[in-house]
């Protein structure tokens, strides 16, 4: 199976200031058709998942431009440009390029 | 929207089936998923059925334990979970996708295994 593994485990962060999530597979995400499957989740205290970037880079609808995403091959990064009080929560990465899909750990994004 | 089956208790060794029901689209348009997360836990993907039922994919976790179904006459889905262990509790999440991705979930529905 995939191992995707976040980092770090816990994300403290200002108001107003960038935060970015580091995301590593145990091998290429690329799939045969040239796709590369890595989705991004933000789960806020209390609520289901909600899914932000799929295939690497592509924001979901109604999710703020404030987020983006990045990588290729195996590296990958969820970046909130300017974090705000409904950005707290746990963030997941998800690779759907093998079966079984894997999720990393999860990223606890909190205020200081 | 998909919503879950309520809340369930049950023994080590006991069985139990969920239950999700769509509405609001397509329902044989999409992939379904069942994804799980244990108190204080991650994520943790259980498995996957084709739009037409053909496919099931399960989490080696799982595999040979549950088994996932759904009939799309009644917009449902299903996860048939047999010899039930402690480490199965967990608050289980419905979700619509493809076979890449998830791009929907569930309010999930709590199971907790214990005698």
């Known amino acids: 199976d995939v191992v995707m593994t976040q980092s770090p485990l816990s994300l403290p962060v200002t108001l107003g200031q960038p935060a970015s999530i580091s995301c590593r597979s145990s091998?290429?995400?690329?799939?045969?058709?040239?796709?590369?499957?890595l989705n991004w989740f933000q789960q806020r205290p209390g609520q289901s998942p909600r899914r932000l970037i799929y295939?690497?880079?592509n924001r979901d609808s109604g999710v703020p431009d404030r987020f983006s995403g990045s990588g290729s091959g195996t590296d990958f990064t969820l970046q909130i440009s300017r974090v705000e009080a409904e950005d707290v929560g746990v963030y997941y990465c998800?690779?759907?390029?093998?079966?079984?899909?894997?999720f990393g750990g999860g990223t606890k994004v909190e205020i200081k | 929207q998909l919503v879950e089956s309520g809340e369930f208790v049950v023994q080590p060794g006991g069985s139990l089936r969920l239950s999700c029901a769509a509405s609001?689209?397509?329902?044989?348009?999409?992939?379904m998923h069942w994804v799980r997360q244990a108190p204080g836990k991650g994520l943790e993907w259980v498995g996957l059925?084709?739009?037409?039922?053909?496919?099931?994919y399960y989490a080696d976790s799982v595999k040979g334990r549950f088994t996932l179904s759904r009939d799309n006459s009644k917009n449902s889905l299903y996860l048939q979970m047999n010899s039930l262990r402690t480490e199965d509790t967990a608050l289980y999440y419905c979700?619509?996708?493809?076979?890449?991705?998830?791009?929907?979930w569930g309010q999930g529905t709590l199971v907790t295994v214990s005698s």
């Open positions: 998800m690779q759907g390029t093998y079966w079984p899909l894997t």
């Open positions: 059925i084709s739009w037409d039922g053909t496919t099931p």
């Open positions: 979700a619509r996708g493809d076979s890449f991705s998830i791009d929907h």
């Open positions: 295939r690497v880079s």
């Open positions: 609001g689209f397509t329902f044989d348009d999409y992939t």
């Open positions: 091998q290429s995400l690329v799939r045969f058709d040239g796709n590369t499957y």
